[in-house]
């Protein structure tokens, strides 16, 4: 497992705010069929990506003093702005279909509410890797679902900045992981599955007409949630006790 330094994700989630992928020069062109299958969800994922993330930012504060690595909450400061941008964008395509950004979404509420009590960096990385991968496949469907030209360009943004996301968590879980004894790291990875796997189906269940539209059977959309969780939670993960020292931080001593 190849782990980056904060300093290394601080460098790169400011360079990335610099490239800009998306064309607003490009008029939106989205049929009334379209729209009928995607708008939904896209003003639910619109909503959760405009979070503040003051509790995650406070839970990344309390965990970086504990492991002594005072860059941390700049690298997740940095990781919270780029999922307003993905809020920001897809506002910007709202308003210039003339849809409404909505304000309250049942999906969103209860993600805020778990959100709104944790300060544990163990279940932010597991609840967020779990979104992040949700979302892979949430705007792979959009951009298939839609013929638009300009909300392909903000999907396909936004896919290149979640691959980093992944990345970006998934080592953090992992070294989190690494601290853990053995019986400890028995039950973290059953809890990791069992709330990966159970939040892949609430996913589902809210935004199904989407991932239709998109050409995703639930089996074919479960099957992709399922390899996901073998990528960043998986056994061989987890598990893997050959870190590449190229970019190795000193895995912290206390979690
Ligand atoms: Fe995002
Ligand atoms: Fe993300």
């Given at each position: 497992?190849?782990?980056h330094s904060s300093t290394y994700w601080t460098r790169y989630f400011a360079g990335n705010s610099k490239i800009k992928r998306v064309d607003w020069t490009i008029s939106p062109?989205?049929?009334?069929?379209e729209s009928a299958k995607i708008l939904k969800s896209l003003q639910a994922w619109q909503l959760g990506e405009t979070s503040e993330g003051e509790h995650l930012l406070h839970a990344a504060k309390k965990y970086s003093k504990a492991i002594n690595d005072a860059e941390y909450p700049e690298a997740v400061k940095l990781f919270i702005k780029e999922e307003q941008k993905h809020g920001n964008n897809l506002g910007r395509y709202l308003d210039l279909i003339d849809a409404p950004r909505i304000k309250k979404d049942w999906g969103d509420s209860l993600f805020r509410r778990i959100r709104y009590f944790n300060t544990n960096m163990e279940l932010w990385t597991i609840a967020v890797i779990t979104v992040e991968s949700a979302a892979q496949i949430f705007y792979q469907a959009l951009k298939d679902a839609t013929k638009c030209k300009l909300l392909k360009q903000i999907c396909t943004d936004i896919l290149i900045d979640e691959a980093a996301h992944i990345t970006f968590q998934r080592e953090r879980l992992y070294i989190i992981f690494s601290q853990k004894n053995f019986f400890s790291k028995w039950v973290a990875?059953?809890?990791?599955?069992?709330f990966f796997i159970s939040t892949s189906l609430v996913v589902w269940f809210?935004?199904?007409?989407?991932f239709k539209a998109g050409r995703l059977s639930f089996w074919r959309y479960f099957n992709k949630m399922k390899f996901k969780l073998g990528k960043v939670a998986g056994r061989s993960i987890l598990y893997d006790f050959h870190t590449e020292k190229a970019e190795l931080i000193a895995l912290p001593k206390t979690v």
């Open positions: 497992m190849k782990i062109q989205i049929s009334g069929e990875y059953y809890a990791y599955s069992c809210a935004h199904k007409t989407l």
